[in-house]
């Protein structure tokens, strides 16, 4: 049977699937099942930081998988332990829980911000537009109704602010308000960008009513913006951050690291998770650290970014319906006047992977380690694409 009819039959239908049967990929290079190539400039949805099968990466996976793949929590893992003080090094004085994805890590910021508030403040702001996972905690603290909406009653204790205004914030604000957490890119929503006075304000609130800042750098974490965590272009430091996609680089592994002089509320027996930092994620997590800091990627995604982000302001001047482009290192939004899906299936017909977010933003996150060639050449292709009568005409019939 074909593979896409074994999806019919067998896959509960919750995605909404383009393209080709892929079945090989290398770098920032993907291959469908006839053989022919396409040039992913969206690997795994922000998570294939190093491109696929990153040489380094699939070394660490069969090492550690001739050693040792799982443990239980209670048992003590070399690998999980040198994880979390590589976390802890590159970030702030912090204790670091594991889990598998980012929608989890949310969910224990969300339990610890309970425990902080001790029964008596539980409420966490969170912005419009945001994005922090499908587990009802995590899907609760989403601001997209579209998401939320199908699954009510949804986790109470949850309010809504707009991004990048801070009168709205402090309007949501009350004596039970225990939190805030927010996306300093906000990815799914649109790549909008939170502003550096905003989220001073945001961490000077936080501080004065004794609010966790909650930072959520599933997207933005691991080098995507040009440093190895987004908050620090913005020069506070949060008082948890929940991390996934690109920690792993592939596998799923996430985590949410506490400021440590908070991180004493949570005690034996109040949270788990059977899977949450195995020797083998942690082992091929700790390679990233290794790869990140060995081939200088945070240099990289400078170069590129900039150029991306220059080559994308031409193509505006071109396209009079490109109404804006945004974005910070290697994490770009290019938002159109009309629908983005047709110009991902015709990039996609073209041999291009993007994606469509939002309705109308064309989002770009290639591998943070591509080189100026293969980036050029993703470009050219997206400058047809733009072009292209298939897509436009397309938008015309819908
Ligand atoms: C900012 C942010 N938080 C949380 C999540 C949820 O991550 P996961 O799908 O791994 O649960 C995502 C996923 O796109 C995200 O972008």
Redesign the pocket.
């Known amino acids: 049977m074909k593979i896409k009819e074994l999806y019919k039959k067998y896959s509960l239908p919750t995605y909404t699937r383009a393209g080709p049967v892929f079945v090989k990929g290398k770098g920032s290079w993907l291959w469908d099942e006839k053989g022919r190539r396409f040039l992913d400039l969206f690997p795994g949805?922000?998570v294939s930081i190093l491109g696929h099968c990153h040489p380094g990466i699939v070394k660490a996976v069969s090492s550690q998988a001739h050693k040792l793949f799982h443990l239980p929590n209670n048992l003590y893992s070399a690998e999980q332990a040198l994880l979390a003080e590589d976390i802890v090094k590159h970030s702030y004085p912090a204790k670091v829980f594991f889990a598998n994805?980012?929608?989890?890590a949310?969910e224990g910021a969300v339990k610890l911000s309970r425990l902080y508030g001790e029964g008596k403040r539980y409420e966490i702001v969170t912005m419009k537009n945001s994005?922090?996972?499908?587990t009802m905690a995590?899907l609760s603290a989403t601001g997209q109704k579209k998401y939320k909406y199908h699954f009510r009653p949804l986790v109470p204790g949850f309010k809504e602010a707009r991004f990048n205004d801070l009168g709205d914030l402090k309007k949501k604000i009350t004596k039970k308000t225990v939190a805030v957490l927010l996306?300093l890119i906000q990815?799914?929503g649109g790549v909008n960008v939170a502003q550096k006075e905003y989220i001073k304000g945001v961490h000077k609130i936080c501080r004065s009513k004794n609010l966790l800042f909650i930072v959520?750098e599933?997207?933005t974490g691991m080098g995507r913006t040009a440093k190895l965590f987004c908050y620090e272009h913005y020069g506070i430091t949060p008082d948890i951050m929940?991390l996934?996609?690109g920690l792993g680089a592939g596998i799923p592994v996430?985590a949410f690291v506490v400021k440590k002089s908070i991180s004493s509320v949570i005690t034996p027996g109040m949270h788990a998770s059977t899977f949450g930092g195995s020797p083998f994620a942690a082992r091929v997590s700790r390679e990233v650290f290794n790869i990140i800091k060995k081939e200088k990627i945070l240099d990289n995604v400078k170069i590129r970014g900039k150029h991306l982000f220059q080559t994308i302001l031409r193509l505006k001047d071109k396209f009079p319906f490109i109404k804006e482009i945004r974005g910070m290192g290697l994490m770009l939004g290019i938002e159109l006047s009309v629908s983005s899906y047709p110009f991902f299936e015709e990039a996609l017909k073209r041999g291009l992977i993007i994606n469509s977010t939002h309705g109308n933003v064309l989002r770009v996150m290639p591998a943070l380690n591509i080189d100026k060639k293969t980036l050029d050449k993703g470009l050219d292709i997206l400058e047809e694409v733009l072009k292209s009568k298939e897509a436009h005409s397309w938008r015309r019939s819908s």
Do not use: I
Request: charged fraction near 25%.
């Open positions: 949805w922000g994805s980012g929608a989890e949310v994005f922090h996972g499908r995590a996306e990815g799914e959520d599933v997207q929940t996934s996609k996430a």
